[in-house]
């Protein structure tokens, strides 16, 4: 997810150095990014409002939805919970289990049968062993500390640069990390989006009315992935250049 964090280091950053004009249009790029994040969030926000009230008469709830899709894909060992929480669906591939939310969970709406379908997708990946998605796996250790600690080793960075350089360019890698990780996390969510929707067509769960809004609740999801993903490409791009600017 976009994280404003990123956004208020830059602006901080940005007030104290903007010498050069390369670093004053990296600046505007990152408010630019930050602006379009939000608007991406409340169009997801009001897209999945909406269709989580397009009820599918007859149809199957989120909870129905999914533990059909794991045993279509010959999927046993999957269980479905209910958790807490709003858009805080996910698949845990460490303890198998597809999380959704009560409003997913118990509804049968369109919203929820593509949220269900979509996360039973990253079961359906993890089951195949989907390169991204182990790569994305591997990757989470060093992403969770590097993501916590990577802002506060930049700055004691920086201001130590005549010193030792070598720990701004740690703070720069561990950054780099996280941006890494954001670029994989794409074709995994594209893809898990992917089999969701073909699965919710061959099984005819929804009607192609239903179908196309699935598709377009989930379009709107993937886009705060991507603008997530630019966000931290962005501020990656900045901080390298404030460190050169320092030399
Ligand atoms: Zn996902």
């Known amino acids: 997810m976009f994280s404003l964090n990123v956004l208020y280091f830059s602006i ?30 409340w169009k997801l926000k009001s ?3 909406k269709f989580s009230k397009v009820l599918s008469p007859g149809g199957l709830t989120g909870a129905q939805i999914a533990q059909k899709m794991l045993n279509d894909n010959g999927i046993y060992d999957v ?24 409003d997913v969970y118990r509804s ?3 919203s929820a049968a593509a949220v269900a379908a979509h996360e039973c997708g990253h079961a359906v990946q993890h089951k ?3 390169a991204p998605l182990r790569m994305r796996s591997a990757l989470v250790p060093a992403v969770s500390i590097s993501s916590k ?36 996390t794409l074709p995994v ?29 989930l379009n709107w999801a993937a886009g705060t992935y991507v603008v997530a993903a630019l966000s931290s490409l962005a501020s990656l791009v900045y ?5 050169s600017n320092r030399k």
């Not at 901080?12 to 939000?38: C, D, H, P, R, Y």
């Open 47 to 49: 897209v999945f409002a």
């Open 128 to 130: 195949e062993g989907y």
């Open 79 to 102: 269980q479905v919970t209910c958790i807490k929480g709003q858009l805080t669906d996910h698949y845990d591939p460490t303890k198998k289990t597809v999380n959704l939310s009560e």
């Open 149 to 184: 600690l990577s802002m506060i080793v930049i700055i004691i960075g920086l201001l130590i640069m005549n010193v030792f350089p070598a720990l701004f360019w740690l703070g720069i890698a561990m950054f780099a990390m996280v941006f890494l990780f954001s670029v994989i």
């Open 108 to 110: 049968n709406s369109v």
């Open 239 to 243: 901080y390298i250049g404030l460190g």
């Open 12 to 41: 901080i950053f940005a007030a104290q150095t903007s010498k050069s004009e390369i670093m004053n249009v990296n600046w505007i790029l990152i408010i630019v990014i930050g602006v379009v994040g939000m608007l991406v969030q």
């Open 189 to 217: 969510e594209f893809n898990a989006s992917r089999r969701a929707l073909a699965w919710l067509q061959s099984s005819t769960s929804l009607s192609e009315k239903e179908i196309s809004g699935a598709r377009e609740a």
